[in-house]
């Protein structure tokens, strides 16, 4: 009976966290003081994050420090937390892509703020930090692609999993390297690699530090597709079209169709099939489903 009350308890509040925004994994509860870390990270300055977005509800953002081969620096970590929360609160936005600058996707945590950072303590909340944000990047209302050009390695290849697919152009590679340098990923990628490939195929990618190319990758279901271009130009454009297919339609049923798939994706059953009668209710009788009736659809 106890156990009972408190696992509906558990529910309702995972429930309450996936409906709200902007909501963090960690706060204060847990140990986290997320002004002492952004005080730090604001040291670390270089690089930025840039995000456009077209009339169509596409977003594009990219990860730019090219000299560095897209390595997240201090300040970076930051734009990304600033441009998620815009993200968050695009009522047009449908679709999204995440690229590198210059030909390659991204190298992860800059190593010299690895290094200066190299107290516990400081890596442990630079993480929770950062895993808050992808956190809430992996549950935007939007549909979101990661553009795999030249190379996504370490907290690189972490973030193509907070993404809902992932697209690869030739020669292009995914390679979770943090064994080669002590480390286990950091940013959620092993929870959510798991999730995507299963337990056996991540271990293997993981304990092996393994170069995924796109075959490789695309056998896993790791990616959806091999893109045919590599250039920066026409593998964007590609990529945009591929995700067209799927942001087809008003904003508003696109995002309620992705939060149905979140909460498929992340609660319990039963949990689920309540969330996603409250997303039906946000949907049924609105502007989109009116109008569609009043044309007497066929769906041939
Ligand atoms: C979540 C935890 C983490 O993400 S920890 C960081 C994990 N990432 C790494 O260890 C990546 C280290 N870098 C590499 O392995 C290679 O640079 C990779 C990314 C494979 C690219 O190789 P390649 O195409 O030959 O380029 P390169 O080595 O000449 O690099 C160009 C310049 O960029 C730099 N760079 C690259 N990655 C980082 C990084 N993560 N942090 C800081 N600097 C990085 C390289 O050092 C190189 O700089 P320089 O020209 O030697 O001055």
């Not at 081969?69 to 968050?88: H, R």
């Not at 590198?100 to 010299?112: K, V």
């Not at 992996?138 to 193509?160: F, H, N, W, Y």
């Not at 337990?199 to 990616?223: I, Q, Y």
Request: charged share 20%; hydrophobic share 40%.
């Amino acid at each position: 009976m106890a156990v009972s009350f408190w696992n509906n308890l558990l529910q309702i509040t995972k429930n309450r966290v996936l409906q709200q925004r902007g909501v963090s994994l960690y706060n204060y509860t847990h140990g986290f003081e997320e002004h002492v870390i952004k005080k730090k990270l604001e040291q670390f300055a270089g690089g930025s994050i840039n995000l456009s977005k077209d009339g169509n509800g596409i977003g594009v953002l990219t990860v730019n420090n090219p000299r560095l081969m897209n390595a997240f620096t201090g300040t970076m970590m930051l734009e990304l937390q600033e441009k998620v929360t815009e993200l968050e609160n695009w009522k047009e936005g449908k679709g999204l892509i995440i690229r590198g600058a210059e030909n390659t996707f991204c190298s992860g945590s800059d190593l010299n703020v690895v290094k200066a950072l190299s107290s516990m303590q400081d890596g442990v909340n630079t993480c929770m930090f950062i895993r808050n944000t992808l956190t809430r990047l992996m549950r935007l209302p939007l549909i979101s692609v990661a553009l795999v050009q030249g190379k996504a390695v370490g907290g690189g290849a972490e973030l193509t999993t907070a993404c809902d697919f992932r697209l690869m152009t030739p020669g292009s590679e995914i390679r979770f390297v943090h064994k080669e340098i002590g480390l286990v990923p950091g940013w959620g990628g092993a929870t959510r690699l798991v999730q995507l490939i299963g337990s056996g195929n991540a271990l293997k990618l993981l304990s092996g530090a393994l170069k995924v190319d796109p075959e490789r990758a695309v056998s896993l279901r790791l990616a959806e597709e091999i893109l045919p271009s590599s250039d920066e130009t026409g593998s964007l454009e590609e990529a945009c079209t591929w995700l067209n297919q799927y942001t087809k339609g008003p904003a508003e049923v696109i995002q309620a169709m992705k939060k149905v798939v979140i909460a498929g994706r992340e609660l319990h059953l039963e949990a689920a099939l309540r969330e996603e009668k409250d997303i039906f209710g946000t949907v049924w009788g609105g502007p989109a489903h009116v109008q569609a009736l009043a044309q007497r659809p066929k769906h041939k």
